[in-house]
C-alpha cells in the first residue's frame, strides 16, 4: 500500500512539473517573441511630429468626389463593377436582374425604371442621379437609403467608387458634366 500511495505521489508531482514546466515554456517564449516589434515602432513614436506625420499614412483622408472623379478611369471601374453584375445589368436593354439595369444610370431620375419594384426608401429619395448622391449610396446603400432592397455593403474605398462612378457615366449618354 504504501509503496502504491508513494508512486502514485510521484505520478502527481511529475505531471505538476510537465504542466509547470510547459506554463514556463509557453510564456517564457512569448514575451520574447512580442517585444521584437516595438522597439523597431518606438524611435518614430518619440517625438510628436513624428507621430503627427505618421497619422494620416494609416488613415488617409479621403480627397473631395471632384478631385476623385478627376483622377479616376472608367477602365478601372469596369474592373471594379465586377460585384455589382450579379445583380445589374451595365449594357443598353440589359433588362432588370436582381436590380434594375444601370446602363444610363447618372443623370437619371432615381427609382425610374419602368417594370422595376423599387423600395420606398429608394422611391422617396427623389431627384436625379447626380454624383454627389451615387457617391454617397455606394458608400453605404442602406445608409443613404434607408431601406433599400439593395443587400450590397457598400465601397468604403473612395477611389475605388470614383471608378466606378466615372465608368457609370461613360455608359450614360445623359450624364451631366461632373463636378469640378
Ligand atoms: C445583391 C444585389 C446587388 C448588388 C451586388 C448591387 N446592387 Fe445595386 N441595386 C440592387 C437592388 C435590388 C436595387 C434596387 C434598390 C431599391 O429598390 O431599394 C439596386 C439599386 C441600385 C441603384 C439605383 C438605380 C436606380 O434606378 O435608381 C444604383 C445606382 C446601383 N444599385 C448601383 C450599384 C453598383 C454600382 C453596384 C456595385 C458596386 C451595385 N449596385 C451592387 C441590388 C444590388
Given at each position: 500500500m504504501g509503496i502504491t500511495l508513494q508512486k502514485m505521489a510521484g505520478g502527481v508531482l511529475f505531471a505538476l512539473i510537465l504542466v509547470v514546466g510547459l506554463n514556463l515554456l509557453v510564456n517564457g517564449i512569448m514575451p520574447v517573441e512580442t517585444p521584437h516589434p516595438a522597439p523597431s515602432s518606438a524611435p518614430h513614436a518619440g517625438s510628436p511630429t513624428a507621430t503627427a506625420g505618421q497619422a494620416p499614412a494609416t488613415a488617409a483622408p479621403e480627397q473631395p468626389l471632384p478631385q476623385r472623379l478627376a483622377a479616376a478611369t472608367a477602365a478601372k471601374g469596369q474592373a471594379d463593377v465586377k460585384v455589382c453584375q450579379s445583380c445589374h445589368n451595365?449594357?443598353?436593354?440589359g433588362g432588370t436582374k436582381v436590380?434594375?439595369?444601370?446602363?444610363?444610370?447618372?443623370?437619371r431620375p432615381k427609382?425610374?425604371?419602368?417594370g422595376f419594384a423599387y423600395s420606398d426608401g429608394l422611391k422617396k429619395l427623389g431627384g436625379d442621379w447626380s454624383y454627389e448622391d451615387l457617391d454617397k449610396f455606394l458608400t453605404k446603400p442602406g445608409a443613404f437609403?434607408?431601406?433599400?432592397?439593395?443587400t450590397f455593403a457598400g465601397l468604403p474605398d473612395g477611389d475605388k467608387r470614383a471608378n466606378v462612378i466615372a465608368y457609370l457615366k461613360s455608359i450614360s449618354p445623359n450624364a451631366p458634366p461632373p463636378p469640378q
Open positions: 451595365f449594357n443598353e436593354g436590380g434594375p439595369d444601370l446602363f444610363g444610370v447618372v443623370g427609382a425610374a425604371v419602368a437609403a434607408a431601406g433599400t432592397k439593395m
